[in-house]
């Protein structure tokens, strides 16, 4: 809560979902969503429900694709700025390198 009241904090996956809603996103937009799942007690669901077109590098590539970057972070990083650039809307999920 603190974090969030200074800003800080990205949104929940409701205030995602109402936002690109707001903004025009249409529900089959593909959204890549980096570093990790985003929070919130129901994680992803009311997220997905509006916009089920969502992506990490974990469900983009098997686990064998991604074993070379398992101890290298910062091509891992590399990886989901690549796809970041190339999605219609990337989300980081906590502070670092995306935000």
Do not use: W
Not at 19 to 44: C, H, M, N, R, W
Not at 78 to 89: C, F, M
Request: glycine share 6%.
């Amino acid at each position: 809560m603190e974090q969030r009241l200074l800003g800080r904090c990205p949104m929940t996956p409701r205030e995602v979902a109402l936002f690109l809603e707001a903004i025009g996103f249409p529900s089959d937009t593909k959204i890549y969503i980096v570093s990790g799942e985003i929070y919130g007690q129901v994680g992803l669901t009311s997220l997905q429900a509006k916009y089920p077109n969502l992506f990490f590098h974990s469900n983009l590539a098997s686990e064998d694709e991604l074993q070379p970057y398992k101890d290298k972070l910062n091509q891992l990083v590399a990886l989901d700025y690549i796809i970041a650039v190339e999605s219609d809307v990337f989300i980081y999920s906590y502070e670092g390198n995306m935000a």
